[in-house]
């Protein structure tokens, strides 16, 4: 395993409550992604960070927002959940230099906003 | 918009049969194309890669076939295996940070 842990694995939220996801590396890596999977849409990219404060949008951005104060954790923030957001969250990292590094995976954090 | 485009959904091979995954892709920049296996319940893991400048590349029994003029690409399982049942998302990725666009991911089913 890549050394990328998720947590919680699991979380059952109402509507309008906020969430925090956390992504925890002990790899020491440079970039961090966050992407939901949804089924037909294969993974979309959420947030990335490419250094300790330095964050970007991705393709789903809207209602999500990310904070990375450590090398090792880059956290996911719902500020007010909504069923729309009901997906599998995934957190990536990736060492960085060249463009064809690859990217590894954690397992995934479920989440059901009812 | 989805920039790459994968084929088919899902897909049926008995043991020992030959399983091709195809994807294309629009943007021009994309210079890294991996392939992830994905089993249930775990994160994608990075099965084969390749760069546009190969047509080409073989690991063992799973093979990327590339063609750059057609912005196509495709993966191919050899004498596929039960074990090999899972789902396959292909993936472009240009100079900007290393951001991935998926494809729709293909559910592949090996039957013994």
């Known amino acids: 395993d890549a050394g990328i842990t998720q947590s919680p694995r699991h979380k059952v939220t109402e509507t309008g409550t906020p969430v925090t996801l956390r992504c925890h590396q002990t790899?020491?890596?440079?970039?961090m992604y966050w992407y939901r999977q949804d089924p037909g849409h294969g993974l979309r990219l959420i947030h990335y960070?490419?250094?300790?404060?330095?964050?970007d949008k991705g393709e789903v951005s809207d209602g999500y927002s990310v904070s990375r104060s450590k090398t090792e954790d880059f956290l996911l923030t719902l500020e007010s959940a909504t069923s729309s957001q009901t997906s599998v969250y995934f957190c990536?990292?990736?060492?960085?230099?060249?463009?064809?590094?690859?990217?590894?995976f954690g397992d995934g954090t479920r989440l059901s906003i009812l | 918009q989805q920039q790459v485009k994968q084929s088919p959904q899902s897909l049926i091979v008995q043991k020992g049969g030959i399983s091709i995954i195809n994807c294309a892709y629009e943007?021009?920049?994309?210079?890294?194309f991996p392939w992830y296996q994905q089993f249930p319940g775990k994160g994608p893991a990075l099965l084969i890669a390749?760069?546009?400048?190969?047509s080409e590349k073989k690991e063992g029994r799973f093979t990327i076939s590339f063609n750059k003029s057609a912005k196509q690409f495709s993966l191919h399982i050899m004498d596929s295996q039960p074990g090999d049942s899972a789902t396959y998302f292909c993936?472009?990725?240009?100079?900007?940070?290393?951001?991935?666009?998926f494809g729709q991911g293909t559910i592949l089913t090996v039957h013994p």
């Open positions: 990536a990292i990736r060492a960085g230099g060249d463009s064809n590094q690859p990217q590894h």
């Open positions: 943007n021009t920049a994309f210079d890294y």
């Open positions: 960070s490419y250094g300790v404060k330095d964050t």
């Open positions: 390749i760069r546009p400048d190969v």
């Open positions: 993936a472009a990725a240009g100079t900007s940070y290393g951001k991935l666009t």
């Open positions: 790899e020491n890596h440079r970039y």
